[in-house]
C-alpha cells in the first residue's frame, strides 16, 4: 500500500515539487541568511507522503480531546502544579520565573474567566516484536505550537506530486487536513466571547521571525472573520502597554481581546527585566491569554513526567477508566530525577544503558534534549547534584525507518533513511466551569533524516510531509 519511490522519476518530481509549492503559493516561510536581510523561500517538505499505519493514526485523533480536557484540569489544580514543579523550580531559574508570575496571579486573582488553549500532542509510532507499532507520546506543546497553518496547504502539494507520478489513486488517498481554520476557529469563539468588537487579536512575535506565512494563514482565517489583528513584540507591549481601571490591555493604544503568544517559551525570549514585566502585564490584564501563565506551566517536561506515576491521571478523571486507560497507553516510561532513591535508580539505569533512553531538560523549541553517550557525560557530571532535577529521562522510542527524499533549500536531493514524528493539533475554549470548544482539529507529519536525534522544521532538521494510512 505504500507509494513506491521510483528513481528514475526523482529528478523531474523534484522540480515539480518545487513549483508546486512556489507556484501555488502554499508554503513559504522567510529565513534570516548572514548576509541578507530576509529571504523568501519555500519551506522543507518530503517528495512523497509517508505511509503511516490507519489505527495508530485515528488512536492519535480519537485521544486529542482527552488531552485538551487535561491540560485544562491540570491548569486549574495550583496543589498540583506547585507539588510537581516544586523539585524543577528550586534548580531550573526560567521555570522558577514562570512560577512566581503564576503564584502572583492567583493571589491577585484570576482577571479572566475565559480560558483558550492551543496545543499540539507530538508521538512516534515504536516498533514492537511483533512487527506492529505502538504509538508513544514525545511531549505536548501548549505554548506557541507550531504549523498549523504550513500543514494546512501540505496535502495540495503532495496530491500534485503523486499524480504527476502516475499514482492517481494514492493521490486521492491524501487525506484532508486544516488545522489553520480549527485553530482560528477557538482563536474567534475566545474573541467572541470577550464581547467588544472594537478589541483586537494581539499576536505576539519574535523579534526575527523566520516561520511568519504558519502565523499568516491563521491570521488570514481571523479576517475571513471579520476579526481584526496586529502583530507586536514584547518591545512594544513593554512601550506602550498598559492596563486601565477594569484592567483592559491595551498596545499601541488598540484594547486587546486575545494575546496568542508565538513567543515567550524560551530563556532567551526575556532579554530583560522589561521583558519579563511585559509578560506580568499580560498576565494580569482582562485579555485571553493562549496560553495563560498556568497552561504554560502545565505543558512543562516536569508535569508530563509526574503525569505517568500510578494514580495520577485518576485523580483528574475519576470514575473515567477509559479515558485513563486511552492516554495512559500513549505514555512512554518516564522517571524522575529528583534527590533520592527513586532518582537515583533513574542515573543508574541511564548510565547502565544509555542507548535506551532521552535525557529532557525544560525547554522548549527543539534541539534540547541529550542522547547516547553524551547522557553519559551530562549524567556523570551531575549525578550527586541538584541540578539533576531540572532534567526527566524518558525511554527512546525506536521508530521503523522508512525512504523518502527530503526537498530543502540548498540541500542534496538523495535518497534516505527517514523518522517521522505525528503531531495532533486540539483546541478549546472555556468561560467560567462550561467547556464551550474542546476539538481535534487537524495533524501534523514532519519527517527527518535518521541521522538526526533531535530537533522539528524551525530548528532545520525536519521537513513537512502528508501521512499515507495503510
Known sequence: DSVMLNTTLIKDLADVG???????????????????????????????????????????????????????KISRDPDFLQEALASTIAVDDFTARLFRIHQQILREGRSQS?????????????????????????????????????????????????????????????????????????????????GSERAVIMFLVEESQRNIFDQRYIENELWKRNIPTIRKRFDDVCKTGSLDQEKRLFVDGLEVAVVYFRNGYMPQNYVSEQTWDARLLMERSLAVKCPDISTHLAGTKKVQQVLARPGVLEKFFPEQPQVVEQIRATFAGLYTLDMGPEGDKTVAMALAAPDQFVLKPQREGGGNNIYGSEICQVLEGMKESTERMAFILMDKIHPTPSQNYLLRRDAPLQIRNCLSELGVFGAYVRQGNDMVMNECVGHLLRTKSSEHSDGGVAAGVAVLDNPLLI
Open 18 to 72: 518545487k513549483d508546486a509549492a512556489l507556484l501555488q503559493g502554499v508554503i513559504m516561510r522567510i529565513q534570516d541568511t548572514p548576509n541578507s536581510s530576509e529571504l523568501v523561500t519555500y519551506a522543507p517538505f518530503t517528495l512523497f507522503p509517508t505511509p503511516v499505519p490507519k489505527a495508530v493514526f485515528l488512536q492519535a485523533l480519537a485521544v486529542q480531546t482527552h488531552y485538551n480536557t487535561l491540560v485544562d
Open 114 to 194: 475565559i480560558v483558550l488553549g492551543l496545543n499540539r500532542s507530538d508521538y512516534m509510532l515504536d516498533q514492537r516484536e511483533d512487527g506492529t507499532s505502538s504509538l508513544k507520546q514525545i511531549e505536548i506543546n501548549t505554548f506557541a505550537a507550531s504549523f498549523g497553518g504550513l500543514s494546512s496547504r501540505t496535502p495540495d502539494v503532495h496530491r500534485h506530486i503523486l499524480k504527476v507520478a502516475g499514482q492517481l489513486e494514492e493521490s486521492q488517498r491524501i487525506l484532508d487536513n486544516n488545522p489553520a481554520a480549527g485553530l482560528a476557529g477557538a482563536i474567534a469563539k475566545a474573541w467572541e466571547l470577550y
